[in-house]
């Protein structure tokens, strides 16, 4: 899972410079010299994505109000998909969008330039005559709504009604929005791939893994393979890319599932599935997880790991403290010394547990000299900004500085030659 993958660059290059080529031949005109296949691919590829989306589709104008918002959108968490086609929950979804979303940049977009009405929301009907579902637009859709409401929400308030005023003052509060009407989800899901995988408005990794998860099911292809090659071909990933997400939403959805294994304050919105990612991408943490004989997920070490990951028991840290930690807590698992010491006492720093490690000792010691020094060098620089009155607290700065001060001299007579 950790490899560098040597060739993935080079493949989505191949891959960018084979769709480059196609809309070249289709269009009869030559690849600019000057142009790289990514280059071409941001313009071209997604031109092509959206007059796939809307071929032979007439774009018309409906209220706002006979919109719905999509259930099966890759960004909701799952206590809101259930209730996004009820009127009742409206306000929970678009609380979310405000806390979660950059609806509010969008909101402010159309509040100082108007709605832009080239783009029309993809739609597919809703049950109920003259209403739709919008599967591609949703947060343009809540931003109109919130221009038009924005007594919708309490959260925010005074910001937005502030931007829902503007638009008023300029006229920019869209009642009517543009649309395109489509059969069903599948003939617009190709497009949400080029637009927010590899397009210009890119989903969180978590939206990204649910996308990829829904490809594959509805995919056709009989073998695993041919299934990650066809996703791959759809949305420009490279095919371990779109393996590693399956595998992280996999754990994310177990560790949901266990209902966050009872870690305070860890749910779908607080938990970071990019941390999922970073840690399965270190082969000793995967092994540590799966079983090499048939790849099953081990849940009580899972439950360890989350532990060590989310639960923040001490100054708002967790065991892990920073990402960069991932590469410790990856030897830490490949020995059952440091795992029983890591374990038997929560309040050990990561670095600690290899100090009685004669090979890592002086590594240790190199690094905690490194990391002080570069510390001192930040405390230097940002000095001359701290300028306090306070007597007390001047006085903790100094027998801080002098303690460091012991420690260095210290440091020094060790090793200075007689």
Not at 30 to 40: I, N
Not at 263 to 286: G, M, P, Q, V
Not at 345 to 366: A, L, P, W
């Amino acid at each position: 899972m950790d490899n560098l993958r040597e060739n993935k660059y080079s493949w989505k290059v191949d891959w960018l410079d084979r769709r480059v080529n196609n809309y070249a031949n289709i269009n009869n005109t030559q690849k600019s010299p000057q142009h790289s296949p990514e280059h071409l691919f941001k313009y071209n590829y997604w031109k092509e994505a959206n007059e796939e989306a809307n071929i032979e589709k007439t774009i018309k104008l409906v209220e706002y109000k006979d919109l719905y918002f999509d259930n099966d959108n890759y960004r909701l968490p799952k206590r809101l998909k259930e209730s996004a086609y009820s009127e009742i929950f409206i306000k929970d979804i678009l609380e979310y969008m405000v806390t979660q979303t950059n609806i509010v940049y969008i909101m402010k977009t159309i509040a100082e330039r108007g709605f832009f009405f080239g783009e029309p929301l993809l739609v597919v009907h809703k049950e109920k005559e003259g209403k739709f579902i919008v599967v591609e637009g949703n947060l343009r859709l809540g931003a109109v709504m919130l221009l038009n409401s924005p007594e919708l929400i309490t959260i925010n308030k005074e910001i937005i009604e502030k931007i829902a005023q503007k638009a008023k003052e300029k006229r920019h509060i869209p009642k009517n929005l543009p649309i395109t009407v489509h059969d069903s989800r599948n003939d617009i899901i190709h497009y949400l791939g080029y637009r927010h995988v590899t397009g210009i408005t890119e989903w969180s990794s978590l939206a990204k893994a649910r996308y990829v998860s829904q490809l594959y099911d509805k995919s056709l292809c009989k073998d695993e393979q041919s299934k990650i090659l066809e996703i791959a071909n759809i949305s420009g990933m490279h095919p371990d890319d779109i393996k590693e997400l399956r595998v992280a939403l996999n754990v994310f959805e177990t560790i949901e599932n266990n209902r966050y294994f009872g870690i305070t304050n860890l749910s779908e919105e607080s938990i970071c599935f990019s941390l999922i990612l970073i840690a399965l991408s270190h082969s000793e943490i995967y092994e540590y997880l799966f079983s090499s004989t048939n790849e099953e997920l081990n849940i009580e070490r899972l439950r360890e790991l989350s532990g060590w990951i989310f639960d923040k028991y001490k100054e708002g840290k967790s065991r892990l403290g920073s990402y960069e930690n991932f590469s410790k807590l990856a030897k830490i698992v490949t020995k059952e010394k440091y795992l029983e010491k890591f374990r038997d006492n929560r309040q050990i720093d990561i670095d600690c547990i290899f100090y009685e490690d004669e090979e890592s000792k002086e590594t240790v010691f190199n690094t905690a000299i490194l990391d002080a020094n570069k510390q001192m060098e930040v405390a230097y620089k940002y000095s001359k900004y701290v300028i306090t009155k306070d007597v007390l607290l001047e006085k903790k700065y100094i027998e801080q500085l002098q303690n460091i001060q012991t420690t260095v001299n210290a440091l020094i007579n060790i090793y200075k030659p007689e």
